[in-house]
C-alpha cells in the first residue's frame, strides 16, 4: 500500500497548490446547490423533452434470485456454514485492505473481497476457487471446459447490472441448480482451467452490452466460419525438348483489352454495389447507443500464458464460451481479479478499455496484491537499494519482517467438484438450448433425447429477422445407420449425408434432391471397406459415371449412357425395366507390367452402333499413342451363314506397328475377348444400377427406423445387458440357494437315533462326538482303499497287456500295435491320476479330521457339553 499512499500523497498536494493559485486570482468557486438556484426554470417544452429523453433509458427491473429457501442449508456441509479461525482473520485481513483502498482510492468502487455464500456467510472470493481436475479427458483442455461450462449452466442476470452481486454461491451449488450469473460462470471455469493447469484468474470488470446480456445476435456463429483452403501450388512438369509448340494466338490483342477493361467495370460497379449493400446492413444492425456504456460490471476468465504451453494471454467469457484477445472492445475495464491464492486490484488507466494493460502480477505499481505470500516475482527494486541489503543482519531482519507479514490463503470452503456421467452426457438444462446468432439459430441437445439421434442443429437464414431459411445443418449421435450430418439447402433443394465408417454399403457421402432413383445424386464411398475399389458414383437421369481406386485391373473411370425406358404394361418398377444401355467408356491406369503399346488407356463400347474403341497408352518417349477400332457383327448373316472375320472389321492407328497384330486370328482373338467383356461391362453397369436401388430403399428404411446404438456398458439404456444380467443375477441367487440346501448336518444322522425332543446330556455328547469322528474316519480309510484298489487294478492289467504284447510281438498288425500304444498312454494317464489323487488324500486325510473334530467342540449343541473336554 505504499505505492498508493505516495500516489494520494501528490495528488493531494497538487489540488492544494491549485486552489492556491485559485485564490490568489480571487476566482469564487460556488456550490452546486448555489448554481443551480441562480438556472432559469425549466420551461414546460423542456421538461416534455427531459421526460421523453429519460423515458428511452431502460432502468433493468429486479431480477428474481435464488434465495436460501430454494437451497437446504441443512444439507450442506459444516464448512459452507461457518467459518474457520483461519478465514475470520482472512476477512479481517480483507477489510483492513478494503478501508485502505477506499481512504486512499475514494473515486473508485468498492472491491468485491467476501460476499456471502448460500448459506449467508461471508466467504473469501479466493476460497470459493477449487481447483479440480475432472475425471473426464474431454476436459483436460480450456475449450472443452468451457464449452461445458456455457451449455451446462443456464444464464442469469446480475441483479443490478452496475454492482457486482451481494452473493457468490459454491461452484458445487451452482453445478446442482445449473444456473448462474457471470460470476458463478467465472468460478467454476475458474476452477476447472486451474485443476487442469491453466494459469487462470476470474476478473471482476466492466463489458459491453452484448457480452453482459449474453447477446450474440450481432456475432457471426463459428460453426458457418468455413476452414481457409490451403492452396497447394502444383510444380509444372518441365518442358520436353522436342515438345510440339502451342499454335499461334491470332487474336486481336486490342479487343482482349476493349473486353478486360469492360470487365474490369462490371467488376468494380459489381463491387461497389455489394460494399453498400453491406454498409447498408451494417448500419442496419448497428446497436444502439447503450446509456451505461463502460459500467456494466461483468466477469471473466484471464488465462496468462506460459503454463499448459498457452503463448499468449487472452479472455475467456465464461456465457459464451469463446476467447477473445486483451485488445477487444467488448472488455472495457479490470477492477480487480484474484485465483485461488491471492488477490489484486488494478493500478492502471482503462481510458484504453483493456488494451493497454500489463499483466504483471509482480509488478506492486501496477497491480496491488492483498497477501505477502504470492508466487508471482516481484520487480527488482534499484540499485542502491539493492547493494543496502547485502548485509546478512539486514536480509535476517527482511526476512522476518515479510515472515511476520505474510499470511498463507486458507483451503477453499468448497467440496470437490463432481460432475456425474450422466450430467456430463446431458449438459444442458433439461438437455436442449437455443442459442440466436446473426442470421442463424444454433440448437443443441443431450445425446439419446430424441429418437432420431440428433444432438445439433443449425438453420441459417437470408435476413436479419430470420424469417427465410438458407440452409440447415443436423448433426446425429449413436446412429445404427452411422449418419454423422445432414445438410439441407432450402434454396436448391440439395441434401447432403455425411456418414462415419460402418455403414453396410460403405456409404460415405450421399448428394441428392429426391429419393425417387434416376434422378441426379452424387454417392460416395469408402473405397477400404469395398471389394470392387469404388470411391465415387454419379447418377444422372441419361448416364452413371463411377470412379475406382487400387484395383487390380486397374479400371479407375467407368462411364455408363442409358437410353429411354422401354415402356411396360404390367411391370413398372425401376428394377423390374432396366434403363437399356448405348454407351460404355472405361478408364485403367497405367500397367507397368505390360508394354505400353499393349496397355490399353481407354475403352468405349458403342453398343448401338456395333463398334468398340480403345486407346492405348502413351509411350514417354513418343507424342501419340496407338488406337484401334472393331466394328462387331453378328456371328452368322441371315442366311445362317457363318460370318468370317476380315480385314475392314478392324481399323487400327499403331505408332510402331508390328507384324503379329497385323493378322486376322490376333485381330479375331482381340474382338472374342472384347465381346466378353462387353458382356461383362454391361452386366456390371445392371448390378450398380441394382446397387443405388438397394441403397435408396436402405437408406428409406434407415430413415423411418432411425434406430440408436446403445454401448454395452451403458447398463441403464441397454435393455439386453439389463436383462442378460438381472437373468445371471437371478441364477446366481438360485445356485446359492441350492448350495445352502446342499450343506446337509453332520449330526443328523447320530442325531436321529436319540429319542425326539430329549435333552442331550453329558455322555451322549461325548458318544456323538466319538461316533461322528469314528465314522468320518471310516469313510477316509474306505476311501483310500478304493482308490488303492482301483490303482492297483488299472496296474495288474496294464502288466497283463504288456505281457501279452511280449508273446504276440511278431504276428501283430500296424493297427494292433496303434491300438495297443494307445492304450498304454491311457492306462498311464489314469494310473497316475489315481497315483496323485492317493497321495493328495494321504495328505488331506489327517487334516480333515482335525478340522471336523474342531468344528464339533465349536458346535453350538455340543459347546456347552463338551467344555470339560476341550
Known sequence: MEVLKEKVEEEEAAE???????????????????VRREEAPLTQEALRDLEKKLSEILVPGKISISTKDTIDILKLPVS????????????????????????????????????????????????????????????????????????????????????????????????????????????????????SGYDAYCVNGYGSQDICHMDLTREVCPLTLKPKEIVQQQEKAPAKKYAVKPPRDLSSKFEQEQEMKQQEQIKAEEERRLREEEERLLEAEKAKIDPLHGLRVHCWVLVLSGKREVPETFFIDPFTARSYSPQDDHFLGIESLWNHKNYWVNMQDCWNCCKDLVFDLGDPVRWEYLLLGTDKPHLSTTEEEDTGMNDDEDLDNLCKDDKDKSFDMPNSWVEQIDISPEAFETRCPNGKKVIQYKRAKLEKWAPYLNSNGLVCRLTTYEDAECTKTLEIKEWYQNREDMLELKQINKVTGLNIDYFKPGHPQALRVHSYKTMQPGMDRVMEFYETARVDGLIKREETPKTMTEYYQGRSDFLSYRHINFGPRVKKLVLNSAESNPRPVVKITERFSRNPAKPADEDVAERVFLILDERIQLRYHCREDHITASKREFLRRTEVDSKGNKIIMTADMCVSFEVEPMEHTKKLLYQYEAMMQLKNEEKLSRHQAWESELEVLEILKLREEEEEAHTLTISIYDTKRNEKSKEYR????????????????????????????????????????????????????????????????????????????????????????????????????????RIRILEQRLNRHKELAPLKYLALEEKLYKDPRLVELLKVFA
Not at 24 to 33: A, C, I, N, Q, S
Not at 91 to 115: E, M, T
Not at 802 to 826: A, H, K, M, P, R
Open 726 to 829: 438381472e437373468a445371471m443375477e437371478r441364477v446366481m441367487h438360485e445356485e446359492h440357494l441350492r448350495q445352502v440346501e446342499a450343506q446337509l448336518d453332520y449330526l443328523a444322522p447320530f442325531l436321529a437315533q436319540l429319542p425326539p425332543g430329549e435333552k442331550l446330556t453329558r455322555w451322549q455328547a461325548v458318544r456323538l462326538k466319538d461316533e461322528c469322528l469314528s465314522d468320518f474316519k471310516q469313510r477316509l480309510i474306505d476311501k483310500a482303499n478304493l482308490i488303492q484298489a482301483r490303482f492297483e487294478k488299472e496296474t495288474q492289467e496294464l502288466q497283463k497287456k504288456q505281457q501279452w504284447y511280449q508273446e504276440n510281438q511278431v504276428t501283430l498288425t500296424t493297427e494292433d500295435e496303434d491300438f495297443y500304444l494307445s492304450y498304454c498312454s491311457q492306462a498311464m494317464f
Open 80 to 195: 459452507y456454514q461457518t467459518n474457520t479461525p483461519k478465514e475470520e482473520h482472512l476477512l479481517q485481513v480483507a477489510d483492513n485492505f478494503s478501508r485502505q483502498y477506499s481512504d486512499l482510492c475514494p473515486d473508485r468502487v468498492p472491491l468485491f473481497l467476501h460476499p456471502v455464500n448460500e448459506c449467508g456467510l461471508p466467504k473469501f472470493v479466493s476460497t470459493t476457487l477449487r481447483p479440480t481436475l475432472m475425471p473426464y479427458p474431454e476436459l483436460y483442455n480450456w475449450e472443452s471446459c468451457a464449452q461445458f461450462v456455457s451449455d451446462f449452466l443456464s444464464m442469469v442476470p446480475l441483479p443490478d447490472p452496475l454492482k457486482p452481486p451481494p452473493f457468490l454461491y459454491s461452484p458445487t451449488t451452482v453445478l446442482e441448480q445449473q444456473k448462474g450469473n457471470c460470476f458463478d460462470f467465472s468460478t467454476l471455469l475458474c476452477s476447472m482451467l486451474i485443476g
Open 16 to 34: 492544494r497548490e491549485e486552489a492556491a493559485e485559485r485564490a490568489e486570482r480571487g476566482e469564487k468557486t460556488l456550490r452546486p446547490v448555489e
